[in-house]
């Protein structure tokens, strides 16, 4: 139980397009999906902490008019990165929950990893 | 504020135990979890330990939380080449729903 399917996997585009990726809880539902941004060799660095049905949070210093989230459901929430840019380049994960249980927390997608050129 | 550090590297041989620190400190932490990442792929969860724990073991893997020093250790048994990843220990504080991760520590299993 508790999977989440995180759309595309990979995606490169041109720069100055916008690239939207998906978040699904599959079995559960999400009140809060988290999206992180990871770069080669790094931590997670957390973006914006979404709940279900209003505006995200976003985290000091991510843009929040370039990075676009919507949780309009309790089962899909998406990142709309607007505009982007070679440095926008990274891999994006997206985490889910809660998944029951105190402890269990949040259940991680796969990630998608942006090129943009 | 918080703060979670790892070290870099660690290399065992297979069939040896491997030992993995963290360091935290909020010592508001509710929960602390480790996460296994292999290469291009999300992070998966292995265990988590309650704050007010100071073990917890599950098959290979042991939790030891030491909340007065704000360390955490996972140590996985018979280590097998299957275990090299990335590891990130994490920590949630309080009612808040977010984690903060470590640096994260790069396991290589050598034969």
């Known amino acids: 139980g508790a999977v989440v399917s995180q759309h595309p996997s990979w995606v490169i585009c041109k720069s100055g397009t916008s690239v939207k990726i998906e978040c699904r809880s599959l079995?559960?539902?999400?009140?809060?999906m988290f999206w992180y941004r990871q770069f080669p060799k790094q931590s997670l660095m957390l973006m914006a902490t979404?709940?279900?049905?209003?505006?995200?949070?976003?985290e000091q210093g991510v843009e929040k008019d370039k990075f676009l989230i919507n949780h309009a459901s309790l089962t899909l929430s998406t990142l709309t990165v607007t505009s982007a840019h070679p440095e926008d380049s990274s891999f994006y994960i997206c985490?889910?929950?809660?998944?029951?249980?105190?402890?269990?927390?949040?259940?991680f997608g796969s990630g998608t990893r942006l090129t943009v050129v | 504020g918080e703060d979670v550090e790892q070290s870099l590297f660690l290399s065992v041989r297979e069939g040896d135990s491997s030992v993995i620190n963290c360091t935290y400190t909020?010592?508001?932490?509710?929960?602390l979890y480790w996460y296994k990442q292999e290469p291009g792929a999300g992070l998966q969860l292995l265990t988590y330990?309650?704050?007010?724990?100071d073990m917890k073991q599950d098959q290979r893997l042991t939790v030891l939380l030491n909340k007065k020093d704000k360390h955490l250790s996972l140590r996985i048994a018979d280590t097998q080449t299957g275990d090299s990843a990335i590891y990130f220990c994490?920590?949630?504080?309080?009612?808040?729903?977010?984690?903060?991760f470590g640096t994260g520590t790069r396991l290589q299993v050598t034969l």
């Open positions: 979404s709940n279900e049905g209003s505006k995200a949070t976003y």
């Open positions: 079995d559960f539902q999400a009140t809060t």
């Open positions: 330990i309650f704050s007010n724990m």
């Open positions: 994490a920590e949630r504080t309080g009612t808040a729903s977010k984690l903060t």
């Open positions: 909020d010592s508001s932490s509710t929960y």
């Open positions: 985490s889910a929950g809660p998944t029951g249980g105190g402890g269990y927390g949040y259940t």
